[in-house]
T-cell receptor, first 115, second 110 residues
Framework: GAVVSQHPSWVICKSGTSVKIECRSLDFQATTMFWYRQFPKQSLMLMATSNEGSKATYEQGVEKDKFLINHASLTLSTLTVTSAHPEDSSFYIC???????????FGPGTRLTVL | QKEVEQDPGPLSVPEGAIVSLNCTYSNSAFQYFMWYRQYSRKGPELLMYTYSSGNKEDGRFTAQVDKSSKYISLFIRDSQPSDSATYLCAMSDTGNQFYFGTGTSLTVIP
């Protein structure tokens, strides 16, 4: 199956700093990439959808100035959490979808802890 | 009404049991149906992918789609402790937007 990687797998940062999370599709071209956050024992919450070369489309309630998404190539998308606060601590998961396959392949997730 | 409804469980079964997981949906335009398995602190892993109605079998897993009833199922035969995880259903109409269930937590007891 298709493989998606994320880096880092776990990051701890101080409140007020910015953190960048990378999402890479290793063996396919991800026309569309999705970013989710997941709190413990809760379901996935879609944050934004991005198509390569276009601006991301954010879900209602997600601050686009706080969660910066860049989908610069068909294999790389980044999520930057700016001025992180403890309430941003969560599990962030990306996924990629190749055009025409109609399914998503998920990365392993990144655990963000903001102190 | 949510687009996709899934009983969150938790569901607990003895090893070797047949497990049935289900989702219902409201949008008749959905035609792509997926089941994902998610272990704790890991990303979801695609288990089964089905287009339109019918059954699909892969080893101990069988996915069923009944579009007339807007109902999908995942059956796990001869369940193993390693099957203990959260199972998410997902569906899509165009492949551009995906709708997920809340996930069902499954524990298989040795």
């Amino acid at each position: 199956g298709a493989v998606v990687s994320q880096h880092p797998s776990w990051v701890i940062c101080k409140s007020g700093t910015s953190v960048k999370i990378e999402c890479r599709s290793l063996d396919f071209q991800a026309t569309t990439m999705f970013w989710y956050r997941q709190f413990p024992k809760q379901s996935l919450m879609l944050m934004a959808t991005s198509n390569e070369g276009s601006k991301a489309t954010y879900e209602q309630g997600v601050e686009k100035d706080k969660f910066l998404i860049n989908h610069a190539s068909l294999t790389l998308s980044t999520l930057t959490v700016t001025s992180a606060h403890p309430e941003d601590s969560s599990f962030y998961i990306c996924s990629g979808a190749a055009g025409g396959t109609d399914t998503q392949y998920f990365g392993p997730g990144t655990r963000l802890t903001v102190l | 009404q949510k687009e996709v409804e899934q009983d969150p469980g938790p569901l607990s079964v003895p090893e070797g049991a047949i497990v049935s997981l289900n989702c219902t949906y409201s949008n008749s335009a959905f035609q792509y149906f997926m089941w994902y398995r998610q272990y704790s602190r890991k990303g979801p892993e695609l288990l089964m992918y089905t287009y339109s109605s019918g059954n699909k079998e892969d080893g101990r897993f069988t996915a069923q789609v009944d579009k007339s009833s807007k109902y999908i199922s995942l059956f796990i035969r001869d369940s193993q402790p390693s099957d203990s995880a959260t199972y998410l259903c997902a569906m899509s109409d165009t492949g551009n937007q995906f709708y997920f269930g809340t996930g069902t937590s499954l524990t298989v007891i040795p």
